[in-house]
């Protein structure tokens, strides 16, 4: 079993910069695969960012490519979303999971998810 519980969210103008957070608790930590997912209004929940197949490699969105940034201190049991030149269609509920294997863009691959935490970018 593996917990998360996101954080860093917050109200950002368009250009500014967050830095997600996931905590992981639960002793499969460190043999989980990680990736970020977010929800915005009315659509549905979509790949942010994943460390691929053995966790040694990491996948982008096209939408966040050379943007954001995942990455994790195994020694913290927290994984990070460094999300820079922010833009409005951006803003979503963003979502850290696990998963132990399969694809790591598709979210029916993942067992174990977040709360959220709310990403508001304005113009």
């Known amino acids: 079993q593996v917990q998360l519980v996101e954080s860093g969210g917050g109200l950002v103008q368009a250009g500014g910069s967050l830095r997600l957070s996931c905590a992981a608790s639960?002793?499969?930590?460190?043999?989980?695969?990680m990736g970020w997912f977010r929800q915005a209004p009315g659509k549905e929940r979509e790949f942010v960012a994943a460390?691929?197949?053995?966790?040694?490699?990491?996948g982008y969105a096209d939408s966040v490519k050379g943007r954001f940034t995942i990455s994790r201190d195994n020694a913290k049991n927290t994984v990070y979303l460094q999300m820079n030149s922010l833009k409005p269609e951006d803003t979503a509920v963003y979502f850290c999971?696990?998963?132990?294997?399969?694809?790591?863009?598709?979210?029916?691959?993942?067992?174990?998810w977040g709360q959220g935490t709310q990403v508001t970018v304005s113009s």
């Open positions: 999971a696990a998963r132990s294997s399969g694809d790591y863009y598709a979210s029916g691959n993942y067992a174990y």
């Open positions: 639960g002793r499969t930590f460190s043999a989980s695969i």
């Open positions: 460390f691929t197949f053995g966790g040694r490699r990491t």
